[in-house]
């Protein structure tokens, strides 16, 4: 998974590339990128690899990049990963599902030094359940750099915590200079959550690493068709459907397999359906999958099944159509937007609708109109790439960068105007004393006395000075996610 | 994505996908953008006598706290013998356990299967022991002061009519505990009357009133609404007389809560309806509509 550098390009230089014929990237400036969320390696899953797959791209397109995150268990303080991608581990109190405390003002301290030494221009935030992201980008503003924040997620309207939730991201997305979301049906969830102007807001998907996923049609056996499910076992993942699906297929075709790949809660009713209906022969439960083994997984099956209730941009689909697989999904959030309609068939959430869905596909493999493994791959492959999202991800940086910063009285009339009146005048008090406490500090200790760090990676990095072929797929294992 | 030429771009439409690599900018916003949004698609439509016409289980429920209280009272000041109470009582629940089976026609009782003969058993030995108990429950509070207890039996009462189940399908609704409340304000009660034989008859009225009176209730309006309508307006009224010969400004302020409630409320309930917004996209989780516990029965 960790990136495959194509290294040695001029760094400096203003630069012309040419991508599928049309598009010319101009580039002469470079940026110094801080990353932050909570979610970060070893924790596993969309957003950890996005950040340290788009990490990787950006240091070979010759930024600066660091990422700070919060420690896990005795992983604390500064790690290197490959290419010199610095890693700030800070000793910040976890509160609930891996995401830290928030006070507002606590790690001003830390983070402001963070931001000195790394002499950081760019502040990008990643998800919006992320309190570390959203602390970061409240102290950026207060210190006068630029924000960027990239939404993975898909929230509600209806219940009292989405309400709750959404006004705390009006307050936190008000004076951001810049939206990142993974598809266009996430855009327009985040643009009415967070009351924002579309035209400040950008798509830009996630990606696979083609090369992770490629097919492999002698590993499956032809006689028997084998249905293929990866996802955490939850009910967010639509396992009650599954359910419902594994008795009414598995009476209705005899030769007819599940293999399914994931752990959760729910493991409990797909073991209580195998137990009832007597498949223990036809249906595996394979249990917490490393990210590593999820392709020889995929391979083995001929229909990949996704059961999701709500997704924004759903990688797993995507991975399993490069691998070769028909996809059968739920129609849900950005999944239409994700694979042409004849690399997918979409269905209604429901089982009867997923069966006869299954049904086509099954029906599409015995009589060989489907296309063959390698050429789906070969289409596939070409859709989402890290390169093309680190791309038009400094597109934004370049663009946030000639943007101003709101000054203080500015952003104080933004967050009341924008935010509501109670809301709204409650945080800007909240950003006067988080301004106060950012003047004691530097009165403390002066920017001029903190030091600046050396430089891993970037334009006068000293990783690439001393290691500048370095070519090996380091940390492998790194990103290995489990579902 | 950079732009390219104008000439081009303006052919080419904007398509909601991923895929394609498009000649937009990415921050590009379609006229097509938020076309999928849909607003208010549950919401119902309410009629203003339909909504006073539900109202009126909470208008009962408020009365039965008053009848229940005022009786109390009149036990307390001995105005009101409890010979004569439990007299009316036991008729009262004669007549509308009769009435409970005239108005489905028995079709309750043989679908539950129970007979007269149990429901003697269970009310004989509830008597019993209750009347066994009253001298425990007489003295059972003796050392706690009696304003805790007035405190304690109004945040039971608050509490009872909070939880009751009104028919509404919500995670606070509960009937028992509800119920537990409602016995447990008139065990503290029922300890402050002059002598054990009060303390029994006070319990035992606040079963038929709290756990009988609602049971019947809930037929009436199922089968007869418009009987259930005189019986609620009568027993409101009954209340308010009753609270009355005690106190006029209780009697008053009462009156004027039952009003709001049942005429004003519904009022401002069908109003703030012109103001509700609720959004519903694509991006809204799926909810499974189907029954899927039969793949596992």
């Known amino acids: 998974m960790a990136y495959r550098g194509r290294r040695g390009h001029p760094r400096f230089a203003a630069r012309y590339r040419v991508n599928r014929g049309t598009l010319y990237t101009y580039r002469t400036r470079t940026h110094n990128i801080c990353m932050v969320s909570d979610f970060f390696y070893p924790n596993m899953g969309g957003v950890e690899s996005h950040i340290y797959q788009l990490s990787q791209c950006l240091i070979e397109r010759g930024h600066k990049v660091i990422i700070v995150t919060h420690a896990y268990e005795n992983r604390k303080g500064i790690r290197y ?97 810049h939206i990142i979301c993974v598809s266009f049906t996430s855009k327009e969830n985040t643009v009415l959550r967070a ?31 084998t249905i293929v ?44 359906v195998r137990e009832r209906y007597q498949l223990h022969d036809r249906v595996r439960l394979l249990g917490a999958l490393e990210h590593k083994d999820v392709r020889n997984v995929l391979v083995q099956g001929h229909i990949f099944l996704n059961t999701s209730l709500t997704e924004a941009f759903c990688m797993a689909i995507v991975e399993a159509a490069s691998c070769g697989l028909q996809v059968v999904s739920t129609k849900v959030g950005g999944i239409p937007e994700v694979l042409p309609e004849n690399l997918i068939i979409l269905c209604e959430p429901s089982v009867k609708s997923l069966c006869e869905g299954l049904e086509k596909a099954i029906s599409q493999l015995k009589s060989g109109t489907w296309p063959a493994p390698e050429n789906i791959h070969n289409v596939v492959k070409t859709f989402y790439t890290w390169r093309n999202v680190a791309e038009r991800t400094e597109k934004v940086y370049d663009r946030v960068a000639g943007e101003a910063v709101l000054p ?63 070519k090996r797929r380091g940390e492998n294992n790194m990103m290995s996610k489990i579902r | 994505m950079s732009a390219e030429p104008e000439t081009q771009a303006e052919e080419i439409r904007w398509q909601k996908v991923l895929y394609e690599r498009q000649p937009f900018p990415d921050n590009y916003v379609d006229q097509r953008f938020l ?91 509830f008597i019993t022991f209750t009347y066994g108990f009253s001298p425990i429950l007489k003295t059972l509070t003796e050392s706690v002061s009696t304003d805790t207890i007035y405190a304690m039996s109004v945040f039971m009462l608050l509490g009872h009519l909070v939880f009751f189940d009104y028919g ?51 037929k009436l309006k199922a089968r007869t609404p418009r009987s259930y309508v005189g019986v609620t307006l009568l027993f409101a009224f009954s209340a308010l007389a009753g609270l009355l010969s005690i106190s006029v400004v209780g009697a008053t302020l009462f009156a004027l809560l039952l009003v709001s409630i049942s005429c004003l409320c519904p009022f401002y309930l069908i109003r703030l309806q012109l103001f509700k917004e609720n959004i519903h996209g694509p991006w809204d989780e799926a909810e499974i509509k189907e029954d899927l516990s039969r793949f596992l029965s």
């Open chain 2, 35 to 125: 076309e999928e949004l849909r607003k208010n698609i549950h919401a119902r439509k309410y009629r203003y006598w339909a909504v006073v016409f539900e109202s009126s289980v909470v208008v009962q429920q408020l009365c039965s706290v008053c009848v229940f209280v005022v009786i109390w009272w009149y036990m307390d000041e001995g105005l009101l013998a409890p010979h004569w109470l439990f007299g009316t009582g036991l008729a009262s629940s004669l007549v509308g356990y009769i009435l409970f089976d005239l108005l489905d026609g028995g079709e309750g009782r043989r679908k539950s299967g129970r007979t007269r003969w149990a429901d003697l058993k269970s009310a004989l030995v």
């Open chain 1, 408 to 470: 203080m009285d500015r952003r104080l009339d933004r967050l009341i105007s924008h935010c509501g009146p109670v809301t709204g005048c409650i945080f800007a008090l909240l950003a006067v004393f988080n301004f106060l406490f950012l003047i004691f500090l530097r009165w403390m200790t002066p920017d001029s006395v903190i030091d600046v760090a050396i430089d891993a990676t970037g334009p006068k990095g000293a990783w690439t000075q001393q290691y500048p072929c370095n």
């Open chain 1, 195 to 225: 009351a924002l102007n579309p035209e400040i807001v950008s798509v830009i998907p996630n990606a696979v690493d083609p090369t992770d996923f490629t097919p492999d049609p002698f590993r499956r056996h032809d006689s028997i068709i």
């Open chain 1, 81 to 177: 990963l490959t290419n010199g991608l610095k890693v700030y581990y800070l000793p910040l109190k976890v509160m609930y599902n891996q995401s830290t405390a928030t006070t507002l003002f606590h790690s001003l301290p830390l983070l402001r030094y963070i931001f000195v030494r790394e002499r950081v221009t760019i502040i990008h935030s990643h998800s919006s359940f992320s309190a570390m992201a959203h602390d970061a980008l409240f102290h950026a503003k207060t210190m006068g750099l630029q924000t960027v924040f990239t939404d993975h997620s898909l929230f509600g309207f209806a219940d009292v915590s989405s309400v709750l939730t959404n006004k705390l991201l009006t307050v936190s997305l008000c004076d951001t200079n």
């Open chain 1, 229 to 272: 499910v990866v996802s955490r076992l939850v009910y967010r993942k639509g396992t009650d459907l599954l359910s419902g699906i594994i008795p009414e297929l598995c009476q209705k075709y005899p030769n007819l397999n599940f293999i399914i790949g994931g752990e959760g809660p729910k493991r409990i009713i797909l073991e209580e």
């Open chain 2, 168 to 218: 509404a399908n919500a995670a606070i609704v509960s009937s028992t505990l509800s119920l537990n409340m409602a016995i447990f304000a008139s065990v503290c009660l029922a300890s402050r009357l002059p002598r054990s034989l009060h303390a029994f008859i006070m319990v035992s009225f606040a079963i038929q009133i709290f756990a009988l009176w609602p049971m019947l209730q809930k």
